[in-house]
């Protein structure tokens, strides 16, 4: 921790970061907190930060315990990742910013120590929630208390920041995945977050496996009906603060950065367009009228630190939402 002290933002001022025109500028000098760094969106944007943000002072990233493997070993594994090789050979030193925490958002208080946290309380401006479990058939309990409690617990700790800047939530173009069309704002429920946490807390997991079509209703799933929750928690417990959400569509292989056709794994989506591309797959069953709606890792890594940087210059009474889609020209 002495280490780090030394290398963050002592005085944690954020005078000037509400006038700066430049997105390098913005960010030099803060300490930034990032849950969800070794899923595929968390990669390119840690990826970024290190490569184009030379003079931010520190990169905490929320990294959850495996059984047979350390948080150190998953970080040291994560920074072996081939898209770090250029950084690497140009400054190797800029990875020295980069600090793993132990941390789950799916535990109270995020399952930081009371060292880590005060820490994080201290040193951390500015916070990107990335973290979330992404399976469509999680159940109710599991998707709720992954991505709508740990986002309310996310939420708690940006609010006890000693020296707060933004706060920017990711979330789906599909958390309202029953409208047909979607505006940048956020739609409740006719449950509100905290009931369902409640029965999520107090039900046992038969009977609420038994109730979980009636709570989802026009909900195709656990996954965008729990991130619909997320949204309206950060709506509610960020009034008139510099926070903000962003919606991405379906997260496609990178165009250009880190490098064209980056992708993490080959699994859903890009599963599918490899079998299609190498003529494994000719015919696929599916509405004539369905649209495909992709967009590019490294639009939504852009889209996510911009929005830090405008919201703070923009704040509003109302928590901001930005859709990262390519609506204008989907796949059919």
């Known amino acids: 921790m002495d280490a780090i002290n030394k290398e963050t933002n002592e005085n944690g001022s954020t005078k000037g970061f509400n006038t700066t025109s430049s997105l390098e500028e913005f960010y030099a000098g803060s300490g930034i907190l990032l849950t969800g760094a070794t899923g595929f969106v968390g990669k390119g944007l840690l990826e970024k930060f290190i490569r184009m943000c030379p003079r931010i002072a520190a990169i905490f990233i929320l990294i959850r315990p495996k059984t047979n493997e350390t948080v150190e070993k998953q ?53 990107f929630h990335a973290a979330a479990t992404v399976r469509f058939n999680e159940p109710l309990h599991v998707a709720v208390n992954v991505n709508t409690s740990g986002t309310a617990r996310v939420v708690e700790l940006w609010n006890e920041l000693k020296h707060p800047i933004s706060f920017v939530h990711v979330s789906t173009a599909y958390s309202n995945a029953n409208l047909q069309e979607i505006e940048e704002k956020v739609y409740t429920t006719s449950l509100k977050p905290s009931e369902v946490i409640d029965m999520c807390d107090k039900f046992d997991k038969t009977s609420i496996n038994k109730i979980e079509k009636e709570i989802l209703k026009t909900y195709p799933n656990t996954y965008t009906f729990s991130k619909n929750l997320a949204e309206q928690i950060v709506a509610n417990k960020c009034k008139d603060l510099p926070v903000a959400i962003v919606r991405p569509s379906i997260v496609g292989a990178s165009l250009e950065e880190p490098c064209p056709g980056w992708l993490e794994n080959i699994s859903a989506i890009t599963g599918v367009i490899l079998l299609v591309s190498r003529g494994c797959a000719t015919v696929m069953r599916g509405r004539r009228d369905a649209r495909l709606d992709i967009v590019p890792l490294d639009f939504v890594v852009d889209t996510i630190i911009s929005t830090a940087w405008h919201v703070t210059l923009h704040p509003e009474h109302e928590v901001k939402v930005y859709n990262c889609t390519s609506n204008a020209n989907p796949l059919r």
């Open 75 to 127: 970080f040291k594994k994560l920074l072996d990742d081939p898209i770090y090789d250029g950084i690497k050979a140009k400054n190797p030193s800029l990875f020295s910013r980069v600090y793993p925490v132990k941390g789950d958002v799916s535990l109270p208080d995020l399952g930081l120590s009371q060292k880590y946290r005060n820490m994080l309380l201290e040193k951390v401006n500015i916070v």
